[in-house]
């Protein structure tokens, strides 16, 4: 199991050069830190309040997790927002009894709970704004790397989860029972606030989410997970790897678990679901709660991208195994999947247009010649064809032949949830 291994846990060669080389200097300031934890979640906060990050503190104060709150701020901040986050520093501050302290980080312990708090807020620690909650979560994966290669954390996994998540009881658990993988995704399911409209939409918003997965799975896509923030983990070692969080002001998860996907399995446990929040906000330039706010201040409908753009993946993933066939008649073979995809969608020109769009021909002929085995180059392939990769064939089936289906109601978004998993057959 997991956990038995991560008493034995070493740090590595990859892990050594990414805190010699790549680490944010938070990961440097630890000198004489005291104490010894079995787990590790980073939580970004900004703009929250106090309060919610208790509340993710005592889901996790029987399980000798050492919490990693990064209390953050981007230059040019809302003012209201800037107040708020400082306010939540302060709070922390004044409540938790000071272990250890040494430039902008301080190891309190509040009401049983181990509490690392990195201050990003003052004058002169703000974060760029166009890094965001990317070098956020970073800040506090590399401390958390740091920790380990230390043996100051007995564990193989750094967890990521925001401020307003309510975790599971067996959130750790879930953990230390995986086997395998370099990632985690956790189940989730986001709590309803706000008036009648607004649960509605998160409903909807939430099986938008759900059907993307659905249907990347039933065309049997590699990268078929989601890519929320404070629902994944990952493998200490594989995080160094990758160069750890991407710094992105938005859709670090998404870059994050797309790296990590290629070098092992994401896994995805089943046990109790993380509740997220369903609130409104404009702090990031997407997700759920710029979503919402554009539903609720529009027509009130979510678009979910055409069942039809699966199969048409579905074709391409399918045709792996013949593209090595056919290697030495790179011709033959691409003539082959483009006949495929004009066969499902009726339009020859498109397939043609789309196959030369993504220059698949030229991919082709680059692994081959890459590989001695078909797994080589189906691993060439699926590296290449990744979950960006991925999404942007979605939206070139969307913007040229099979435009977005816009839902407003519950029972549309079931209808169409069926139209996927219907569709796991061309």
């Known amino acids: 199991m997991a956990e038995a291994s991560a ?12 805190l010699r080389e790549y680490a944010e200097a938070e990961s440097h300031a630890l000198a004489r830190i005291e104490g010894r934890w079995r787990g590790v979640i980073i939580i970004p906060a900004f703009a929250e309040d106090y309060e919610g990050l208790k509340r993710v503190a005592a889901a996790l104060s029987h399980g000798d997790c050492l919490q ?40 309190l ?10 201050d990003r807020c003052g004058e002169e620690t703000l974060i760029p704004k166009e890094l965001g909650v990317g070098l956020a979560r970073k800040i506090g994966g590399d401390i958390a790397l740091a920790l380990i290669a230390g043996g100051h954390l007995q564990t193989t996994w750094i967890h990521f989860t925001d401020a307003d998540a309510e975790l599971p009881a067996d959130y750790l658990e879930q953990a230390a029972q995986a086997d395998g993988g370099v990632a985690l995704v956790y189940p989730f399911r986001h709590r309803g606030e706000g008036d009648d409209r607004q649960r509605r939409l998160m409903r909807i918003y939430e099986n938008k989410l759900r059907s993307y997965v659905v249907g990347l799975r039933a065309a049997g896509s590699p990268y078929a997970y989601h890519t929320i923030g404070s629902t994944l983990a990952c493998r200490a070692d594989a995080y160094a790897m990758v160069r750890g969080m991407p710094l992105r002001a938005a859709g670090e998860d998404f870059y994050l678990l797309n790296k990590l996907a290629k070098l092992g399995t994401v896994l995805q446990p089943t046990g109790e679901a993380i509740v997220l929040s369903g609130r409104l906000s404009s702090r990031v330039p997407f997700g759920t709660g710029p979503a919402l706010q554009t539903a609720l201040e529009g027509e009130g409908t979510m678009a979910f ?13 399918q045709s792996v195994a013949m593209l090595w066939r056919l290697r030495e008649q790179s011709e033959a ?31 082709v002929r680059r692994f081959a010649a890459q590989s001695s085995t078909e797994q080589a180059f189906r691993r060439h392939f699926h590296c290449w064809f990744d979950g960006f990769q991925t999404l942007k064939w979605i ?8 435009p977005s289906i816009y839902c407003d109601r519950d029972e549309q978004v079931r209808a169409l949830m069926n139209e996927i998993e219907d569709k796991d057959e061309v």
């Open 7 to 18: 008493q034995a846990y070493k740090p590595g060669k990859a892990m050594a050069k990414y």
């Open 68 to 107: 990693i709150w990064v209390i953050n701020a981007p230059v040019a901040a809302d003012a209201d927002a800037l107040a708020t986050t400082r306010a939540c520093l302060r709070r922390a501050r004044s409540e938790g009894r000071i272990v250890w302290r040494h430039a902008n980080l301080a190891l």
């Open 109 to 118: 312990e509040i009401d049983g709970s181990a509490i690392l708090l990195v």
């Open 305 to 317: 991208y055409h069942p039809a753009t699966y199969p048409c993946l579905r074709i391409l993933l």
């Open 333 to 363: 073979a691409i003539s082959e999947l483009a006949g495929a995809l004009n066969a499902y969608t009726g339009r020859e020109d498109l397939a043609n247009q789309a196959l030369e769009a993504f220059a698949v021909a030229g991919a």
């Open 395 to 402: 939206h070139w089936w969307r913007d040229n032949l099979y």
